[in-house]
């Protein structure tokens, strides 16, 4: 008798790092758990299995999306669970980790089991909470880590924002030294909060108030030093400049345990998109020169960037077509992700960018998924690495509709996404 | 930018622009026959944002002298201000017959947004750090007269470059018409990349490029700009940066002083300098209602 969660997945090409495999091969899904995958494309054991028809297609482990802002609790124009998931879904993601900058913020046991419980109702798409470091993301008091460690929090940051405090940083580090939670940060000095967007020729142009590279390296350092000294696993999100690629390359030679990640828009577009005051591409961390493109480029090349993340940060057209200094910063970027980062860095080897998308992410953050084999959840990314399609905002799952790639066209395009054995798109 | 209907910076400026600009305002100058009738019956609204006294009575003043209605905005209690999104304030003005916007505002950028909502003509009267156009070219007016071709000539402007709107707009419009311009001050209040904006070179002392000045223009310190962080106290500046009797006598004998105003007396001049012979500071006030009509002018013959 067969589940809702009994499916077989028949004639894609399977790439699958985690078991040296690239070869066209059935994949065979039984209550939500791969029960095989076999060369034998024609025949299945049991024929009242639904067999789904994925030639022309990579199928790969799940995709995780490690940073997204999915707004809810609090800010429900902008997104909601339902529609964020579903974004995510749509864009090729399994899973994703949700930061805690809501409002509230997610910074209590409460909070992390609130999400989870709304998001388990909301979407068929894994959704982590990620815990705030410290109480109201304010950088100074640290919040209850262990409780939401407990309550199934899979990472700590106060992303959006920098912790300010060393010691409480630090502190927070030593109070979880033992648990295998990772601190996700948002290095981008507090001093210049102010900043509008990259400290470089276009904002000396502008007459714009500019964030240099050093406040975004300098707060890397820093953190890696906490990593160090407390022997916790950290990562760096979204990162920006090629200074903050020599603070990583750095930290990992002296055997800091450091990933980093890098986000389609900061791998494609650089400071020059804001002539004009195009108060729409402001994001945080800012938009860099053309050099510090290549050199993020090169860093997923040379496997000093291992995680991709989208850091989805849904906002209203109308929160983001204001004047330059009044424009919500950040973009929707769960539908155009994976297109976007493929089409960045096409001398990356298909193997390297699954792991990046997958494999890389559920080891950080300690989930499940990021393999095919036998007994993991049938978590399953389906992508077309030729068919070219065009960015139209008008037509995404999520409610935020600003893109850096309005109207470009991508190769890649996500087929199919799977959930414990369920199609969910 | 020939013949556009916005004037928000001189980015996009030609040679051809500046001079036909310059040109027409020292056509009014010396009197251009019917001037009161070229922009009879217009509607120009002032919406200064930021506190101003020369800029905004130099385009009243211009638009008056054109024939147009001067209409000043009161800000603060403006629907903007209660909330209303700017595309839905710029169509109210245009619905009321507005052609023309005059605009200042603390922020960089600002008059970009008026004019991505705007159906009529948006001029800049200065945003922020960016740009003041209009001073741009009343600049190169007043150095266009004295010198009557700016090839070859060298403008040194000093001070806080860094946060001047003038300095973004003055030294583009003086290249643009073939001058070489050197911006001066220490290297926190520099363009970061050399040459500066492109074009600009480079200086941190003052004393070694005064004698090959031909034009020493000096910016307004903004006192009011920034949290403290980012500029240091007058006194650090005006040692270094400032005119005093000693640079006054190492100038060129020919060269001549400007300044945007209001000045910080002993600040960037010295009390008993404000009124010397060089400084032509009353005549760049003067040249300013010149300017702006070729500006309005322009802009304003361009919409319906």
Redesign the interface.
């Known amino acids: 008798m067969s589940s809702r969660e009994d499916r077989d997945f028949v004639g894609a090409r399977v790439v699958d790092p985690t078991q040296g495999l690239d070869a066209i091969r059935t994949i065979v899904v039984r209550n939500g758990v791969i029960a095989a995958v076999r060369d034998d494309a024609a025949s299945s054991s049991d024929q009242t299995v639904e067999r789904i028809d994925c030639a022309g297609m990579i199928l790969s482990p799940g995709f995780i999306d490690p940073h997204v802002h999915l707004r809810e609790p609090g800010d429900e124009h902008k997104e909601t669970l339902a529609s964020g998931l579903a974004a995510a879904a749509a864009g090729g993601f399994t899973a994703v980790a949700a930061m805690p900058n809501t409002n509230p913020p997610c910074d209590d046991a409460d909070a992390v089991q609130r999400l989870r419980a709304a998001a388990a109702l909301a979407g068929s798409v894994r959704c982590y909470p990620v815990g705030a470091v410290t109480l109201g993301l304010e950088g100074r008091a640290i919040a209850g880590l262990r409780e939401m460690a407990a309550a199934g929090a899979v990472a700590f940051s106060d992303d959006g924002s920098t912790t300010s405090s060393l010691k409480a940083l630090y502190h927070a580090a030593r109070l979880v030294a033992d648990l295998p939670q990772p601190f996700l940060s948002h290095c981008d000095d507090p001093s210049f909060a102010g900043a509008l967007m990259h400290e470089g020729a276009v904002a000396d142009m502008l007459g714009v108030p500019g964030d240099p590279s050093l406040a975004e390296a300098a707060i890397a350092a820093r953190d890696l030093l906490v990593a160090q000294a407390t022997g916790k696993t950290w990562h760096l999100c979204h990162v920006s400049a090629q200074e903050t690629l020599e603070v990583l390359r750095w930290a990992r030679s002296r055997g800091i345990k450091a990933t980093g990640e890098a986000t389609p828009h900061h791998l494609q577009c650089s400071e020059e998109c804001l002539r004009g005051f195009s108060a729409r591409m402001r994001v945080h961390p800012p938009l860099r020169t053309e050099q510090d493109v290549d050199a993020l480029r090169d860093a997923v090349r040379d496997g000093t960037i291992t995680v991709f993340a989208s850091d989805h940060a849904p906002h209203t057209v109308e929160d983001k077509e204001l004047p330059f200094a009044h424009a919500a910063v950040g973009f929707s970027g769960l539908e155009t992700a994976v297109a976007a980062t493929f089409d960045a860095l096409g001398s990356v080897s298909l193997n390297t960018m699954i792991e990046n998308f997958s494999t890389n992410v559920a080891a950080l953050l300690g989930v499940p998924g990021g393999t095919l084999k036998v007994g993991s959840p049938a978590d399953i990314t389906g992508l077309y690495l030729d068919r070219p399609w065009t960015v139209d905002s008008s037509a995404f799952r999520s409610k935020g509709r600003v893109t850096p790639f309005e109207g470009r066209t991508f190769a890649v395009r996500p087929a199919l996404t799977v959930v414990a054995g369920v199609v969910v798109s | 930018m020939t013949k556009a209907r916005h004037l928000l910076d001189l980015?996009d400026a030609t040679r051809a622009d500046l001079e036909r600009l310059v040109a027409r305002a020292l056509d009014h100058k010396r009197g251009v026959a019917d001037a009161g009738q070229l922009l009879h019956g217009r509607m120009i609204l002032g919406m200064f944002f930021e506190a101003s006294t020369r800029t905004a009575l130099s385009f009243a003043v211009a638009a008056t002298r054109l024939g147009a209605h001067w209409l000043d905005f009161s800000a603060g209690s403006s629907s903007l201000a209660k909330g209303e999104?700017?595309?839905d304030t710029m169509r109210t003005v245009r619905a009321i017959g507005v052609d023309a916007i005059v605009v200042r505002h603390a922020?960089?950028?600002?008059p970009?947004?008026f004019a991505r909502h705007f159906d009529g003509s948006v001029i800049n009267a200065g945003?922020?750090?960016?740009?003041h156009p209009t001073q741009g070219l009343l600049d190169a007016m007043t150095l266009v007269e004295e010198f009557k071709t700016l090839d070859g000539r060298h403008l040194v402007i000093a001070g806080d470059v860094?946060?001047s709107?003038v300095a973004?707009s003055s030294a583009r419009a003086a290249w643009l018409l073939g001058a070489k311009v050197t911006l001066c001050g220490p290297p926190l209040l520099l363009?970061?990349?050399d040459p500066?904006?492109?074009f600009a070179s480079l200086a941190t002392d003052l004393d070694s490029v005064l004698p090959t000045a031909d034009a020493l223009m000096l910016l307004r310190i903004q006192k009011e700009r920034g949290?403290g962080?980012?500029l240091p106290p007058f006194a650090d500046l005006s040692a270094s940066f400032g005119l005093d009797e000693r640079r006054m006598a190492a100038l060129a004998p020919h060269a001549i002083v400007m300044h945007p105003g209001p000045v910080n007396r002993g600040v960037e001049i010295a009390s008993q300098l404000v009124s010397h012979e060089r400084r032509r500071i009353e005549r760049q006030v003067e040249n300013g209602v010149f300017a702006r009509m070729a500006v309005l002018e322009s802009c304003l013959t361009e919409i319906r």
Request: hydrophobic content about 20%; glycine content about 14%.
């Open positions: 980015d999104s700017v595309e922020e960089s950028g600002f970009y947004e945003d922020g750090r960016h740009a860094a946060h709107r973004r363009p970061a990349d500066g904006w492109g949290d962080t980012e």
